[in-house]
């Protein structure tokens, strides 16, 4: 990010309280979401695709651009700032964020960011020089309401779903930056549409033995069909045994 950011020292439980607010009165409204590094994951694009009604193909092509960082070893999705001054994101207007509902979950996380994997987890608080929601609001809030009234639970259950594949154990014997590895993992974890039509339509049958409760689970619930791709990638690319082989 460009702008000042900042993780307080101070750690937060769930059950510990804060005090922060956002809304259109402030005068560093829409300020957050300007000229920032945008990471997208599998499920946010599936939400946002989905909230356009654009394929996975077209949202990528139209509103992302891929990197390749050797440092995470793996094809990562960044959201594309709007190529003017305000380098704004394409979805945020005057009034706030067009596509509100179906924000990804870095943006409904904000102000509070995880710093451990512990269970439960511990959060600081981010802090943007330009920001002036902190100090506003209920100080009773406390961060497990704060975390459910910005319905984070199913965006970090799909993401626990994808860290399987990129916390596996055997994740960095194998190069997912090009190859192909990569094009099995940016299929199955980005390009929703396409691994849908390779499963229905195409070869993928051939391969797996798919019952008939799963494929109506996944012709009709998008989230099931990304689970799915899950699976998938756990099997082709580890060899795990998440699916029956033919």
């Known amino acids: 990010m460009t702008e000042n950011t900042d993780i307080s020292a101070e750690r937060l439980g769930v059950d510990d309280s804060f005090s922060f607010s956002c809304d259109s009165g402030l005068a560093c409204f829409n300020k957050c979401c300007r000229?920032?590094?945008?990471?997208?994951?599998?499920?946010?694009?599936?939400?946002?695709?989905?909230?356009?009604?654009?394929?996975?193909?077209?949202?990528?092509?139209?509103?992302?651009?891929?990197?390749?960082?050797?440092?995470?070893?793996?094809?990562?999705?960044?959201?594309?700032?709007?190529?003017?001054?305000?380098?704004?994101?394409?979805?945020?207007?005057?009034?706030?964020?067009?596509?509100?509902?179906?924000?990804?979950?870095?943006?409904?996380?904000?102000?509070?960011?995880?710093?451990?994997?512990?269970v439960p987890p511990v959060f600081g608080i981010v802090k943007r020089e330009f920001c002036l929601g902190f100090g506003k609001g209920r100080t009773s809030r406390t961060v497990r309401k704060w975390r459910d009234t910005q319905n984070v639970a199913l965006y970090e259950e799909m993401n626990e779903g994808w860290k399987k594949i990129t916390h596996h154990e055997d994740f960095g014997s194998k190069n997912f930056l090009e190859g192909a590895y990569r094009d099995i993992f940016f299929l199955g974890s980005y390009n929703l549409d396409e691994f849908r039509n390779l499963l229905i339509h195409g070869e993928l049958q051939r391969y797996f033995d798919i019952g008939n409760s799963v494929l109506k689970r996944i012709k009709s619930s998008e989230t099931e069909l990304l689970r799915f791709a899950f699976k998938w990638m756990r099997c082709v690319l580890f060899g795990e045994d998440t699916l029956k082989r033919r």
Request: hydrophobic share 35%.
């Open 35 to 118: 000229d920032i590094n945008l990471f997208l994951t599998p499920y946010d694009i599936l939400r946002m695709k989905r909230r356009l009604r654009i394929s996975s193909a077209e949202f990528l092509k139209t509103y992302t651009f891929p990197l390749f960082p050797e440092e995470i070893g793996h094809p990562v999705i960044l959201l594309k700032m709007i190529p003017d001054e305000t380098k704004n994101c394409p979805f945020v207007s005057g009034e706030g964020c067009m596509i509100y509902d179906d924000r990804p979950w870095s943006c409904r996380s904000f102000p509070l960011e995880p710093v451990s994997d512990s």
